[in-house]
């Protein structure tokens, strides 16, 4: 057994020895002293009998609350993957993911030399009103210094961050100034996005990545398609690579706009919960814009409602790998102390019926995280042939198209991942984040130049004037990372394109890298490609005469 594995049962082992030694002692009680612990015999409150127990007559002081919070995680872990415990500390950042806005000061930062970096002040935040500037770093915080190789980036945000209204003392070394700068800062609300670009990519078509799915999503989403549809918008491309999920509501909301009324969206079933069933109201504003849907090995859960909802009504082309296999509903349920737990409570399905929730087993959280890399050695991301699926959970969508239950959303059309250009050399720099380290440093030294550029265009043609990879071979060749010339040149224009698209994503922001990125992504290309050909719309599969066509079940 791996320690890993071995330290994950720790917990359970101690409980179950635990409950041993009081059997035992109980038994020799009953024996020599006559005393009994009625207690234990029961079945139905039997937690709560071991906690007063060991309360009560354990040999060491026990710390109780400890005990619990230790406990709740691997109780939880017996049952599935998505089952959680969330402590009271942590809970706030959790749901501020989701939320649409978190309380802070309004900065972007990185951690680089044991000190926080200034990446970026938000627009119209606490930090841009009082002076802060992208480059500053962060020595003291409320007159204690704040730097040092105790310092992460949860440390840092758990400082920063705090409730509406509070200040926080900040004193910054500044590159064009000898002496600290003192700032007082009010904290307030700060907007989080959930949708990370939306712009024409062409004169006809438009893009739109949505990173997760929250509170805000379906206005965000709204928003985008007015700016697009302002532009002549004549299809889009909904990018949902990557996105782990979020909300259901969200979720569905943003199918409906793109649904005729009484069209199914997703229906959800559990033992104690019976079916609930979504229908499109017919009230979206997209019923019969071209669409195509982009989605990876980790879009998961609210991605995946999305993506089959549009497959499975034949209304959109889905394009990329398959998707993750996230098919199971949390019900949220908060505690008086402020933790809280995401319980298991229903299976979500597609509307040709499929449920895609891959195969897990009870307890086995590690193996169940680690698909992915099974996924991987077997191909899956480089052929669809490798990708072998069950026969016995074949569904069909309105048109008669087959799809496939129990594993995630196989998409239409299936791009491979691109390995073109990857060597041992860019692995071990990436895998150091040596590219990252590199970009910031290289952003953070000619910031006053960068910010100059306009956009991603001007930057780009900017940085190929300056031997940015040539630089970039010395500094790796300082970290440890030996030159390797028929390595780094077969790798010399993913290695550019990854370091001009740091410094472009440091200086300009997500937007502009994203706009950055897609000019060479293969996926993107080819939703792109689709469009143009008017390929959006699946059409019904051709039959021979006589053959009989899949039914749902």
Request: aromatic content about 8%; proline content about 3%.
């Amino acid at each position: 057994m791996s320690t890993k594995n071995s330290s994950r049962f720790t917990p359970l082992i101690i409980a179950i020895s635990i409950v041993a030694g009081i059997l035992i002692g109980t038994a020799y009680a009953k024996h020599y002293g006559g005393s009994k612990l009625g207690i234990i015999n029961g079945s139905t409150n039997k937690l709560n009998a071991l906690l007063r127990v060991i309360d009560d007559q354990y040999v060491d002081t026990v710390n109780m609350a400890d005990l619990v919070e230790e406990a709740m995680p691997q109780i939880l872990a017996e049952l599935d993957p998505h089952s959680t415990y969330i402590p009271a500390q942590k809970l706030e950042e959790v749901n501020s993911e989701l939320e649409g806005s978190f309380s802070g000061i309004g900065i972007q930062f990185t951690i680089q030399d044991d000190t926080v970096h200034v990446n970026s002040v938000i627009s119209g935040g606490p930090s841009e009103k009082v002076g802060l500037m992208a480059g500053d770093r962060i020595v003291m915080v409320d007159d204690s210094l704040f730097v040092g190789k105790e310092l992460t980036n949860e440390k840092a945000m758990r400082t920063l961050k705090g409730p509406k209204g509070t200040e926080v003392k900040l004193s910054v070394k500044r590159a064009t100034e000898k002496q600290l700068l003192d700032f007082v800062i009010t904290r307030g609300d700060i907007p989080q996005n959930t949708i990370d670009a939306a712009y024409m990519i062409d004169d006809d078509f438009g893009y739109i990545q949505v990173a997760k799915f929250g509170r805000t999503t379906h206005i965000e989403l709204l928003n985008a398609i007015a700016q697009l549809q302002h532009q002549n918008c004549k299809g889009v491309i909904i990018d949902l690579r990557d996105n782990t999920g979020g909300y259901m509501e969200a979720a569905t909301r943003m199918v409906n706009e793109f649904l005729p009324a009484g069209q199914l969206i997703v229906y959800t079933e559990g033992r104690k919960y019976p079916r609930d069933v979504i229908m499109a109201n017919g009230t979206g504003s997209c019923q019969k814009m071209p669409l195509v849907v982009l989605i990876n090995e980790t879009s998961a859960s609210a991605s995946e409602i999305f993506a089959g909802a549009i497959q499975d009504n034949d209304r959109g082309t889905i394009v990329g790998r398959r998707s993750f296999g996230k098919g199971l509903v949390q019900q949220p349920i908060d505690f008086n102390d402020g933790s809280a737990i995401r319980l298991t409570i229903a299976r979500y399905h597609t509307p040709s019926g499929r449920c895609i929730q891959r195969p897990y087993e009870n307890g086995k959280d590690s193996k169940y995280e680690m698909d992915w890399i099974t996924r991987y050695e077997h191909g899956e991301f480089f052929s669809k042939d490798s990708i072998k699926q069950d026969e016995t959970l074949r569904y069909s969508t309105s048109l008669g198209r087959t799809v496939y239950g129990g594993g995630g959303i196989m998409p239409d059309v299936f791009v491979p991942q691109d390995t073109t250009g990857v060597s041992s050399y860019l692995i071990e720099v990436g895998n150091k984040g040596l590219i990252r380290q590199f970009g910031f440093q290289y952003s953070d030294r000619n910031r006053s130049r960068l910010q100059e550029l306009e956009n991603e265009e001007e930057m780009l043609k900017y940085l190929q004037r300056q031997n940015l990879i040539e630089q970039f071979i010395r500094f790796a060749d300082s970290k440890g990372v030996k030159r390797r010339n028929l390595l780094i040149n077969k790798s010399r224009q993913l290695l550019g394109r990854n370091l001009y698209g740091n410094v472009i994503y440091n200086i300009l922001g997500i937007k502009a890298y994203i706009r950055y990125a897609n000019q060479s992504d293969d996926t993107v290309l080819k939703a792109l490609d689709i469009l143009k050909k008017g390929e959006a719309f699946p059409k019904a599969p051709e039959t021979v005469e006589g053959e009989e066509q899949p039914q749902a079940v």
